[in-house]
């Protein structure tokens, strides 16, 4: 790798970071490389350990970790060390917010640009990432079982069906959250708070949180989101799971979606052994369920004042902008009275009242998925490295830009047409600068396999 040029608004950043996080989401290094210099980013994300070091030239680095210390090589002789970090990062205070914490997360590896006080050009070459194999048993049995016995692998390829039951004009829903566990995760109590996973789905409808609790939890090993964009009334969606129908942690199923529009109105399954998938044998059983108007809870953590600007799908443009109730889960009591300027006031949701008798939310399907052939393998493609640079050219004091979405493609994935609505991915970028939507538009697309968002925050007038 080679640093081609770098600036910089502080010493504290760097135009070119990398960032290496433990197993456990626990510890964690930043590293930061200018043009003349790398350093560690200690508590507080100010410059902490560092080596002058010119970077302009192409080296070879190798990152280490072992243990609760780190060491970076440049040319197979150590240049820098010390000790992994615990940094205090607030996503939600973040230029733009981010809806994640990096820092959490178990085993995430970045490498590029995550600041807008600095930017850079580099030329990089491959990544590996390397880890060690465990240690041999030091005390091998002489005289193992010559016929052991273990249960066998049961691999059961499963799809999960999410239809959206509401009337037209009705009530839509985010992604469905599933997750495949032993009876022992409790996505909500009536009664109690939610979790901060909770929270993030019934308000905004963001599953990363929660899909986080979970795989903490040790109760399950396989969760996603069903959908890729708000599920419309009449819309029916479908993602495929591998299951292993020995493994207690695959038996019963989770479900959790925010009804929208809505301030944190959700859906869900508050007992986590009501759906059984698979039955003490490890036979698959499937379900089908149908959740009604009825079943819609209140979250708790957000004042119901159906403002525009407070109410997800209804205007909102930032996530977690409501007033904070902090409150229970409950019932939903429904929306406000026709004529009272609030959701069912509007057109499109003149049909959302899901405390009509008899309203249908949503139908979850799990059937065992059929035995798909395998396509044969493309040739490998011939790689060509390119360089994509974005410069601001507006003048001091002008326009600024959110980082920029860029894919390639085969020519038949369209973005937007003049006089025609944006998509949802589009709508998201035009409005928040949030990327997510549209690349999962684009991968869908099935037009393109390569996409990036470029620039790890605002980009000033003249900056590039």
């Known amino acids: 790798m080679a640093i081609d040029s770098e600036t910089s608004l502080t010493t504290d950043r760097a135009g070119f970071s990398v960032i290496a996080v433990s197993s456990d989401g626990q510890n964690e290094i930043e590293l930061g490389f200018g043009e003349d210099r790398i350093f560690a980013q200690a508590q507080g994300f100010v410059s902490g350990e560092e080596v002058v070091f010119d970077t302009t030239f192409p080296t070879d680095y190798e990152l280490t970790i072992e243990g609760s210390e780190y060491a970076l090589f440049a040319d197979d002789e150590e240049i820098l060390s010390g000790s992994l970090r615990n940094y205090d990062f607030d996503p939600a205070a973040s230029q733009p917010p981010l809806p994640f914490n990096p820092y959490d997360l178990q085993n995430f590896i970045f490498l590029g640009d995550n600041t807008d006080q600095s930017s850079a050009t580099f030329t990089l070459g491959s990544v590996e990432v390397e880890t060690p194999d465990p240690d041999p048993d030091p005390d091998p049995d002489p005289d193992p079982d010559p016929d052991p016995d273990p249960d066998p692998v049961n691999p059961v390829e499963v799809k999960v069906i999410v239809e959206n039951l509401a009337p037209e004009n009705g009530t839509y829903l985010t992604p469905v959250w599933v997750g495949f566990q032993d009876g022992g995760f409790d996505t909500y109590d009536s009664g109690a708070p939610l979790t901060p996973g909770g929270e993030r789905l019934a308000e905004d409808g963001n599953v990363m949180v929660l899909s986080e609790e979970f795989l903490d939890s040790g109760t399950g090993v396989v969760d996603g989101a069903v959908g890729d964009g708000p599920i419309a009334p009449g819309e029916m969606v479908m993602e495929t799971f591998i299951l292993d129908g020995n493994d ?150 002008g326009t600024f830009i959110t980082p920029v979405w860029v894919g390639f493609h085969d020519g038949g994935f369209d973005n937007y047409d003049r006089g025609a609505p944006l998509t949802v991915g589009g709508e998201r970028l035009a409005e928040d600068g949030n990327t997510m939507v549209l690349s999962q538009e684009f991968f869908d697309s099935g037009a393109g396999a390569v996409d990036a968002t470029i620039g790890g925050g605002p980009i000033a007038p003249g900056t590039w």
């Open 248 to 397: 207690e942690r695959s038996r019963f199923l989770d479900y959790f979606s925010m009804v929208i529009p809505s301030n944190d109105a959700f859906i869900g399954n508050g007992n986590p052994e009501a759906h059984e998938i698979f039955d003490a044998d490890g036979n698959f059983i499937g379900a089908e369920i149908i959740v009604l108007g009825d079943e819609v809870n209140d979250g708790g953590t957000e004042v119901n004042d159906e403002l525009p600007e407070n109410t997800a799908f209804f205007g909102q443009t930032i996530p977690d902008s409501g007033d904070d109730e902090n409150g229970v889960v409950t019932d939903h009591q429904g929306f406000a009275d026709p004529g009272m300027g609030g959701i069912l006031d509007d057109p499109m949701f003149a049909n959302a009242d899901f405390t009509a008798p008899g309203y249908e939310i949503a139908r979850i399907s799990v059937i065992e998925a059929g035995e798909d052939p395998e396509p044969p393998e493309p040739p490998e493609p011939e790689p060509v490295e390119v360089k994509v640079t974005i410069s601001n050219l507006a003048p001091e004091g």
